[in-house]
């Protein structure tokens, strides 16, 4: 059973990894290997704090590094075991956006109007 979960976990980190892992702090640190939009931003290849402000629909989700915040938005954030035995992001292979960010304990969804479309020339 734990090598599927393995499995499963090695194909969704394809494009990105994660390292970290939510906090009762609502936060937790995220790797990125390769640049992806959030909103309006694009998040290049590094680490980043990801913070949240509530769990439901109306969300904020904040990726900063060090003191300085990169971006700001809205997102479902949802209490949820993700079946992952650590964090996995999820992307549109097309547009480079961010759409999902699981941790362990915590889903992440990004919605479509958040996205940046990929004729947006960033």
Avoid: C
């Avoid at 090598?3 to 990894?17: G, P």
């Avoid at 609502?26 to 992806?36: C, G, L, N, P, R």
């Avoid at 989700?61 to 999820?90: C, D, E």
């Amino acid at each position: 059973m734990k090598a599927s979960k393995s499995s499963l976990t090695a194909a969704a980190l394809v494009l990105l990894s994660v390292t970290g892992w939510a906090s009762d702090k609502m936060k937790a640190k995220i790797q990125i290997d390769q640049s992806v939009f959030v909103g309006a931003t694009q998040l290049t290849p590094g680490e980043y704090k990801m913070s949240w402000t509530e769990s439901g629909p109306n969300a904020e989700v904040t990726f900063s590094q060090g003191n300085k915040v990169i971006a700001t938005v809205p997102a479902q954030v949802a209490q949820v075991r993700s079946g992952y035995p650590g964090p996995a992001l999820h992307t549109d292979i097309a547009s480079h956006a961010l759409t999902e960010v699981e941790l362990p304990k915590v889903s992440f969804s990004f919605t479509a109007e958040n996205v940046v479309p990929a004729t947006s020339g960033h």
